[in-house]
């Protein structure tokens, strides 16, 4: 069984610790926790790893945001990976802080990647796990929020939500999707 784990951001310094890059730092949390590295391919930054039998592999776009779908659908494609072993970690300003929810299927809520990813697939019927980022912006300062940095008191956190995360991939992986919203869906 081969899985394509998608982990969305933006590539650059100035992004690395934002609210909008919590799928790279999932991605990058777990690779950290299970001693596999990141090289630039094509299109992405990508991994491999394997887990109980399983084919993991891992990106992170190197398109931003706003065309990651171009990057899934490579690796879509070159891996071999059927729709419903892929999974895209995204920010989720519809959660508060460190919420994780697993869903099989939805709406780009008003989210570009997601909404790129929608676009080049035809469908809304991916997995994506929804990292929770809270909302805590003035009307018309949602951009400034999600490229600003996580807080102090979010950061002295933010490990803990993201090993969570990385558990969820894991069972994503290994379980399923159903199983997994069961055990992990807060």
């Given at each position: 069984?081969?899985?394509?784990?998608?982990?969305?951001?933006?590539?650059?310094?100035?992004?690395?610790?934002?609210?909008?890059?919590?799928?790279?730092?999932?991605?990058?949390?777990?690779?950290?926790t299970?001693?596999?590295k990141f090289s630039f391919q094509k299109l992405a930054f990508t991994a491999e790893f394997k887990h109980k039998g399983k084919q993991i592999y891992f990106i992170k776009p190197t398109t931003f945001m706003n065309l990651s779908g171009k990057a899934l659908r490579y690796y879509m494609d070159a891996y071999k990976v059927?729709?419903?072993?892929?999974l895209v970690v995204v920010d989720e300003i519809q959660l508060d802080f460190g919420v994780l929810r697993l869903k099989p299927r939805g709406s780009h809520g008003g989210h570009n990647g997601l909404?790129?990813?929608?676009?080049l697939l035809q469908t809304q019927e991916y997995n994506r796990l929804r990292f929770g980022v809270g909302s805590d912006f003035a009307r018309g300062r949602q951009i400034d929020?999600?490229?600003?940095?996580?807080?102090?008191?979010?950061?002295?956190?933010?490990?803990?939500?993201?090993?969570?995360a990385g558990d969820i991939v894991l069972s994503f992986c290994t379980?399923?999707?159903?199983q997994t919203m069961n055990n992990f869906n807060q």
């Open positions: 069984m081969k899985y394509l784990i998608v982990g969305l951001g933006n590539i650059g310094p100035e992004y690395m610790m934002t609210r909008h890059n919590a799928g790279f730092l999932v991605l990058d949390r777990l690779a950290a299970h001693n596999f059927p729709i419903e072993n892929v909404r790129n990813i929608e676009e929020y999600v490229l600003g940095n996580f807080a102090n008191d979010q950061m002295k956190e933010l490990f803990v939500h993201l090993d969570r379980l399923g999707v159903q």
